[in-house]
């Protein structure tokens, strides 16, 4: 793992809300009330891209809950509809993917032109139950980056052990053709500079898993600590902008909740 110059503040955004998510799962008791917090995060993730070292950065963390606006980890939402089981929202958040050609190593990548982060707007959903949490949304590309779908499901189920509680989950992501062609598709004219083979991506779904550890040290402060491993899609492993079957990722924190 390395730390260096080449650090993307998408995949250190990604891993925040990760943690906020397990922050919201670990407070998830029917009737409790989120809080906000502030802090600060180290976070580290291996792209999928050749060539692409692992990045280990340090991120702000900020997260606010408000009667009807919320910010967690990077996603601003608006509250339509809330019980002490089920909470609906407007969502609008970053697509945590991005692709800067001097970032990698790889002479041929070196060639191809950058991907953005895109914008994305759409609808979530999050019930708590005695049984676990079930959370997920729906997103639309609205910043011009050819469109498409995004979307995501995760179960998840706090286990307390003593002062620490343990969130395993699961969950699966979906992208459309147009997401996954804008970040992992080669063009015409990329193949004709790079060598690589043309390429257009479909559609795909990445299963991934992740386990959240959630640690209070007294009234406000609180540590956290998060792994994930996403099983690339194959729309994504078959593009020639890809290396390996999976991508892993992991972030430490603490926050100051009020």
Same mark, same amino acid.
């Given at each position: 793992?390395?730390?260096?110059?080449?650090?993307?503040a998408?995949?250190?955004?990604?891993?925040?809300?990760?943690?906020?998510?397990?922050?919201l799962?670990?407070?998830?008791?029917?009737?409790?009330?989120p809080?906000? *917090?502030?802090?600060? !995060?180290?976070?580290?993730?291996?792209?999928?891209?050749?060539g692409?070292?692992?990045?280990?950065?340090?991120?702000?963390?900020?997260?606010?809950?408000?009667?009807?606006?919320?910010?967690?980890?990077?996603?601003?939402?608006?509250?339509?509809?809330?019980?002490?089981?089920?909470?609906?929202?407007?969502?609008?958040?970053? #697509?945590?993917?991005?692709?800067?050609?001097?970032?990698?190593?790889? &002479?041929?990548?070196?060639?191809? +032109?950058?991907? *953005?982060?895109?914008?994305?707007?759409?609808?979530?959903?999050?019930?708590?139950?005695?049984?676990?949490?079930?959370?997920?949304?729906?997103?639309?590309?609205? +910043?011009?980056?050819g469109?498409?779908?995004?979307?995501?499901?995760k179960?998840?189920?706090?286990?307390?052990?003593?002062?620490?509680?343990?969130?395993?989950?699961?969950?699966?992501?979906?992208?459309?053709?147009?997401?996954?062609?804008?970040?992992?598709? &080669?063009?015409t004219?990329? !193949?004709?500079?790079?060598?690589?083979?043309?390429?257009?991506?479909?559609?795909?779904?990445?299963?991934?898993?992740?386990l959240t !550890?959630?640690?209070?040290?007294?009234?406000?402060?609180?540590?956290? !600590?998060?792994?994930?491993?996403?099983?690339?899609?194959?729309?994504?492993?078959?593009?020639p902008?890809?290396?390996?079957?999976?991508?892993?990722?992991?972030?430490?924190?603490?926050? #100051?909740?009020?």
């Open positions: 793992m390395q730390i260096g110059s080449r650090k993307t998408a995949a250190g955004i990604a891993l925040i809300g990760l943690l906020a998510s397990g922050s799962l670990a407070q998830a008791a029917p009737g409790a009330k809080r906000s *917090s502030v802090g600060l !995060a180290v976070a580290a993730q291996k792209s999928p891209y050749a692409y070292d692992t990045d280990v950065l340090p991120v702000p963390v900020i997260n606010y809950e408000g009667r009807k606006f919320h910010f967690r980890g990077g996603s601003v939402g608006y509250t339509l509809f809330n019980t002490d089981r089920t909470e609906v929202s407007l969502l609008a958040s970053p #697509y945590f993917m991005r692709f800067k050609h001097k970032d990698t190593d790889d &002479v041929q990548l070196r060639q191809l +032109s950058n991907r *953005s982060l895109s914008a994305m707007a759409g609808v979530a959903v999050r019930h708590t139950a005695p049984w676990g949490v079930l959370q997920g949304n729906v997103q639309a590309e609205v +910043s011009g980056h469109g498409g779908l995004a979307a995501d499901a179960y998840a189920y706090p286990i307390p052990t003593g002062r620490v509680t343990l969130i395993p989950g699961v969950g699966a992501n979906y992208a459309s053709s147009s997401l996954n062609d804008y970040y992992f598709g &080669v063009s004219e990329e !193949a004709q500079r790079s060598g690589l083979a043309r390429y257009r991506a479909g559609s795909g779904v990445a299963p991934y898993m992740d !550890a959630f640690m209070p040290l007294g009234p406000h402060w609180t540590a956290t !600590a998060s792994l994930r491993r996403t099983l690339l899609s194959d729309a994504v492993k078959d593009s902008m890809t290396v390996g079957n999976h991508m892993d990722s992991a972030a430490l924190a603490l926050t #100051y909740g009020f």
